[in-house]
C-alpha cells in the first residue's frame, strides 16, 4: 500500500453566517486539517433584513480575509480556493463585496444553489461511501438539498431557508410547505424515504453535540452520530431551558452559534415530516471537503476513508515504514469467518499498530488510545472509534487501563475479540522487531486446541524469552495452548 502525500492547500468559505480559513495537507483521500479559523460575520442578517450585505458584516469579513489571505501566503499553500454562498449570491450588493474580496489578492468563485448542494453532497460521499438518501445543508441563508447513492450525488436544489434568514421561531408548518414544494416533482421528493437524511453544517453539527453531550455519551465526536428525531423535543426544551453561557459551558458550542439551534431543531423537524427518513445522521464533511474531493482522480476516490487515513498516519508515525497489511495478512489464520466490518477495523488496527512507539514506555497504551479514538477519522462511527482504541489499547500493553464508558460502546463478545488482535499485533512487532521482513519469514496458524508459531530454523534466535511470553498470552486470549515450530 503506497502513500501518496498532497497539499497543503486551503479554502476560505464565505457562508451566510460563518467565514471560515482551512488549510489541509496529509492524505489526498481523507485531508487533515492543519490549520482552521472562522468568524461569525453574519453576513446573512443583512440580507435578510434588506436584501443586502450590511455595512459592519462586510467590514468584518473583509478584515479576516486579508488576515486569511496572508496566512495562506506564509503557509506556501499550492492551491487556495475562495468560495461564497448564499449570502453574498442573494444581496444586491454582493457584486460589489467580491470585486472588494479581489481587490483583496483573492480570487473569489460565487457558487450557485445548485453547486453548493452538489459540494456538500461530494463532502458527504467523500465521508460516508454508503450513504443513501438526502444531504441537506443547512447556512446562514439557505438550504440545500441534494440526493446521493452508489457514491455518487444527483440534481439538488437550494431553497431560501437559512437559519438568519428564517428567524429564531420560524413555524414547521411553513417550512414543511417550502420543502414540499421546493422538491415537488423531483426524485428528491422519495429520495430519503426509509433511507437516510444526512446533515450537514454548523448548526446542525451544533445540534449532534447538544444531543450527545445531555445524553453523557462516552465519546461526542459528531461525525456519523445518529439523531433519533424522538430527542427533538427534549433539545427544544434544553435550548429554551438553559442560558447562552449554561449551553456554552456545558457543550463548548460557540455563544454566537448557540442562537441559531431553535430554528435548526425547527427545520430538522420540517424535513423530517416531508421527506421520511428512516434515519437522520451528522456529516462533519460538507461543501469543503466536497470541493476537494472533486478535484480527485477516480482511482483514490474509490479508496475506503478510514483505511486510506490510517495508511497515511500509520506510515508517518511508524518507525520502520508501513507494514500494517502484511501485520493483518500474517494474523488472518488466528481469526477465520470474520464479519467484514470488524475485519476492515482489524486492518485499520493493523495500519496503525506502531503508532505509539515514540511516547513515554508507560504512557504508549494511553497516545495510541488517544489517536485512534480521536484521529481524524471518517468512514467509521463512534463504535467504531471504540473497535480500534480497544485493540490499540492491548497492541501497546495496556489491556487494564481501557477506559470502562469507552467499553460500553462495544457490542457483546467484541472485548475478547479485538484485544486478541491487539495481543496479535504486540507478539508481531516484538518478534519482527517492527520489520515487514522479518515478519514474513514467520507465519502463525490455529490447529484444535493450539495456536503455531512457526520460523524457519535459520532465524530460531528470533524466539526469545519476551517473544515467547507473548505467543503464551495471546493464546490464553483465544482459549489455547501455544506451540512453536522450527522449519
Known amino acids: 500500500m ?15 453566517n460563518s467565514v471560515r480559513f482551512v488549510a489541509y495537507g496529509g492524505s489526498e483521500r481523507v485531508p487533515s486539517t492543519l490549520f482552521n479559523e472562522k468568524i461569525m460575520a453574519a453576513l446573512g442578517r443583512g440580507v435578510a433584513r434588506d436584501g443586502r450585505l450590511d455595512v459592519n458584516a462586510m467590514a468584518k469579513t473583509l ?24 449570502a453574498v449570491r442573494d444581496a444586491q450588493n454582493g457584486k460589489a463585496f467580491l470585486k472588494q474580496v479581489a481587490d483583496i489578492g483573492l480570487k473569489p468563485r460565487l457558487l450557485s444553489g445548485t453547486e453548493e448542494a452538489e459540494l456538500s453532497g461530494l463532502g458527504v460521499v467523500s465521508a460516508i461511501p ?7 445543508d443547512l447556512g446562514g441563508g439557505s438550504l440545500e438539498l441534494i440526493g446521493i447513492a452508489r457514491g455518487a450525488v444527483g440534481a439538488g436544489i437550494s431553497l431560501p431557508i437559512g437559519v438568519l434568514r428564517i428567524g429564531a421561531d420560524p413555524r414547521r408548518e411553513e417550512l414543511s410547505g417550502a420543502i414540499r414544494a421546493g422538491v415537488k416533482g423531483s426524485r428528491l421528493k422519495d429520495a430519503a424515504k426509509d433511507t437516510g437524511l444526512y446533515l450537514v453544517g454548523g448548526s446542525f453539527r451544533a445540534l449532534a453535540l447538544l444531543d450527545m453531550k445531555t445524553q453523557g455519551h462516552p465519546l461526542p465526536i459528531v461525525h456519523n452520530h445518529q439523531i433519533d428525531p424522538t430527542r427533538l423535543p427534549d433539545l427544544r426544551a434544553i435550548l ?43 456529516s462533519a464533511f460538507g461543501l469543503r471537503e466536497g470541493l476537494l474531493y472533486g478535484d480527485l482522480e477516480e482511482a483514490i476516490k474509490a479508496e475506503d476513508p478510514l483505511l486510506a487515513a490510517a495508511l497515511e498516519v ?5 518507525r520502520f515504514g508501513d507494514h500494517g497489511a502484511a501485520l493483518h495478512q500474517w494474523m488472518d489464520p488466528l481469526f477465520p469467518d470474520e464479519a467484514p466490518e470488524l475485519r476492515r477495523y482489524r486492518l485499520a488496527a493493523c495500519l496503525l499498530g506502531d503508532i505509539a512507539w515514540n511516547a513515554h514506555p508507560d504512557y504508549r497504551a494511553e497516545r495510541a488510545v488517544d489517536l485512534a479514538i480521536h484521529g481524524n477519522w471518517v468512514g467509521i462511527d463512534a463504535h467504531g472509534r471504540a473497535v480500534l482504541g480497544r485493540a490499540l489499547c492491548s497492541a501497546f500493553g495496556g489491556d487494564g487501563g481501557f477506559s470502562p464508558e469507552l467499553m460500553t460502546l462495544l457490542r ?7 484485544s486478541s ?3 496479535a499485533i504486540r507478539l508481531a512487532q516484538r518478534l519482527s522487531g517492527g520489520t515487514e521482513a ?50
Open 2 to 16: 503506497a502513500v501518496k502525500r498532497f497539499g497543503p492547500v486551503g479554502i476560505i468559505d464565505i457562508g451566510s
Open 63 to 86: 478584515e479576516a480575509l486579508a488576515r486569511f489571505r496572508q496566512l495562506a501566503r506564509e503557509m506556501k499553500l499550492k492551491k487556495l480556493h475562495t468560495v461564497a454562498t448564499a
Open 130 to 136: 454508503d450513504a443513501k438518501g438526502i444531504v441537506a
Open 240 to 282: 429554551k431551558t438553559l442560558d447562552i453561557d449554561e449551553l456554552k459551558r456545558l457543550t463548548g458550542i460557540s455563544s454566537a452559534r448557540i442562537p441559531t439551534l431553535p430554528a435548526a431543531v425547527t427545520v430538522l423537524e420540517a424535513m423530517i415530516e416531508t421527506l421520511g427518513p428512516r434515519r437522520v445522521v451528522v
Open 314 to 318: 500509520g506510515d508517518r508515525l511508524g
Open 412 to 418: 457483546p463478545g467484541e472485548n475478547e475479540r479485538v
Open 421 to 423: 488482535w491487539g495481543r
Open 438 to 487: 522479518l515478519l514474513r519469514k514467520t507465519r502463525i496458524t490455529l490447529e484444535p486446541g493450539k495456536i503455531v508459531l512457526s520460523l524457519p530454523q535459520k532465524h530460531h534466535e528470533l524466539y526469545a524469552d519476551t517473544v515467547d511470553r507473548r505467543l503464551h498470552g495471546l493464546a490464553r486470549a483465544l482459549g489455547r495452548v501455544a506451540d512453536v515450530r522450527f522449519t
